[in-house]
């Protein structure tokens, strides 16, 4: 029995330090692939949300009448910055982040008679509701650009949350810092196209 304990081998130092610079070698490769991986599928987010949002659009312009700007929620994501990780919260409540309140005198497209026609507006007044945490700060604006309008302008547009009477079409955006580097992360969408990645590369 003791002399079987005494043949037995284990391994040698190169060995085990061979495995580990293997070890290290898959990490080293396996880890930026991982954390690319992760910030596309974030970035998911914004290509779903803003499909609702032409849509939302697209359904509001063919009962109302127009397009209308909708600047991002007060208390939604912050505007993206370079160099600063963006932080995802909450979409705002309908408590917190109401419809537009329509007073006598004023109306949505078509001014009543000698009233105020209202083109700005909120995602609630087009029925649009993100679900869960957002990562992307939404706005969208209304657009004078020859049709189709592309979703993504040269250079890439943020939505300027504005709009005005007999603009033809509409830009919705969204922007985020997923990685905390310098570049912005922009998405667009159109009235005449869906949601595209303006930024390629950039999360």
Same mark, same amino acid.
């Given at each position: 029995m003791l002399k079987q304990l005494k043949s037995q081998k284990g391994f040698t130092l190169i060995e085990l330090m061979i495995v580990v610079a293997i070890i290290g070698i898959l990490a080293a490769i396996a880890i930026p692939n991982f954390l690319t991986y992760q910030l596309k599928s974030r970035q998911s987010e914004a290509k779903v949300n803003l499909g609702a949002i032409k849509t939302s659009l697209i359904a509001f312009? $063919? @009962?109302?009448?127009?397009?209308?700007?909708? /600047?991002? %929620? =007060?208390? &939604?994501?912050?505007? %993206?910055?370079?160099? *600063?990780?963006t932080v995802g919260v909450a979409w705002p409540s309908a408590l917190i982040y109401p419809a537009t309140p329509v007073v006598a005198g004023t109306a949505f497209c078509t001014p009543p008679a000698g009233g105020v026609a209202i083109f700005t507006g909120t995602f609630t007044d087009i029925g649009f509701v993100a679900s869960g945490v957002t990562n992307f700060r939404y706005a969208t604006g209304a657009s004078v650009l020859p049709a189709p309008i592309a979703?993504?302008?040269? %250079? $890439? $547009?943020?939505? !300027?949350?504005? =709009?005005? &009477?007999? @603009? /033809? &079409? *509409?830009?919705?955006?969204? !922007?985020?810092n997923l990685d905390g580097d310098a570049n912005i992360s922009i998405w667009g969408a159109s009235n005449d196209q869906g949601s595209q990645d303006c930024t390629i590369g950039w999360y």
């Open positions: 312009q $063919a @009962e109302r009448g127009c397009f209308i700007g909708i /600047p991002s %929620p =007060a208390l &939604g994501v912050a505007a %993206p910055a370079a160099a *600063v990780k979703a993504c302008q040269a %250079p $890439a $547009a943020v939505a !300027t949350g504005l =709009a005005a &009477g007999g @603009e /033809p &079409g *509409v830009l919705a955006s969204a !922007t985020s």
